[in-house]
């Protein structure tokens, strides 16, 4: 089955870029979705088909996928953007969605 | 205004069952596939099934298949989770969540616990 890997966590200053990795064999080839989750709440999607924001999502968030690995980016960082980040792909050979393991995001 | 509404979820004993249900509105319920999303506490997430538009095509993660069921009324505007053969690890909070371009919009959940 299909993998996905994401570091544990991420720490970044206030007004600094995240970046917030997931790799997968070819993952460029496949269509990224990314979730903020903060705690307590349900999942939020915060950029779809590799790159795309749905309406409501800052523009400070952007998302990037070549090769092996798909990144997440989030430039000036605010205390609210803290939260856990998951990525997911569609493994089309068994239509079976895959979440990475989740990356948690601190702001110091 | 899209609401996702997950009911159903409580104690139960390993080997027992539960029927959990999600009240969709403010879209063409019909014209979207459905997901059951699971996340055990402290942990991330885990797709448990999706189901087609239609309601003709379902898919489940290795870890339920064969033991949980997924299906759809679009006469009620309501999707279904039948959770059969409970086990521990079946503890979670669940999630719907409709599916267009990924997931768009999820329910606040229901929670599930297995224990004797």
């Known amino acids: 089955s299909y993998e996905l890997t994401q570091p544990p966590s991420v720490s970044v200053a206030p007004g600094e870029t995240a970046r917030i990795s997931c790799g997968g064999s070819n993952i460029g080839g496949k269509s990224v979705h990314w979730y903020q989750q903060k705690p307590g709440q349900a999942p939020v999607l915060v950029i779809y088909?590799?790159?795309d924001r749905p309406s409501g999502i800052p523009e400070r968030f952007s998302g990037s996928n070549s090769g092996n690995t798909a990144t997440l980016t989030i430039i000036r960082v605010e205390a609210g953007d803290e939260a856990d980040y998951y990525c997911?792909?569609?493994?089309?050979?068994?239509?079976?969605?895959?979440f990475g393991r989740g990356t948690k995001l601190t702001v110091l | 205004e899209v609401q996702l509404l997950e009911s159903g979820g409580g104690l139960v004993q390993p080997g027992g069952s539960l029927r959990l249900s999600c009240a969709a509105s403010?879209?063409?319920?019909?014209?979207?596939?459905m997901n059951w999303v699971r996340q055990a506490p402290g942990k991330g997430l885990e797709w448990v099934s999706t189901i087609s538009y239609s309601g003709y095509s379902t898919y489940y993660a290795d870890s339920v298949k064969g033991r949980f069921t997924i299906s759809r009324d679009s006469s009620k505007n309501t999707l279904y989770l039948q959770l059969n053969s409970l086990r521990a690890e079946d503890s979670a909070v669940y999630y719907c969540a409709r599916e267009e371009v990924g997931f768009d919009y999820w329910g606040q959940g229901t929670l599930v616990t297995v224990s004797p």
């Open positions: 403010g879209f063409t319920f019909t014209n979207y596939a």
């Open positions: 997911q792909v569609l493994d089309r050979s068994d239509h079976l969605w895959v």
């Open positions: 088909y590799d790159s």
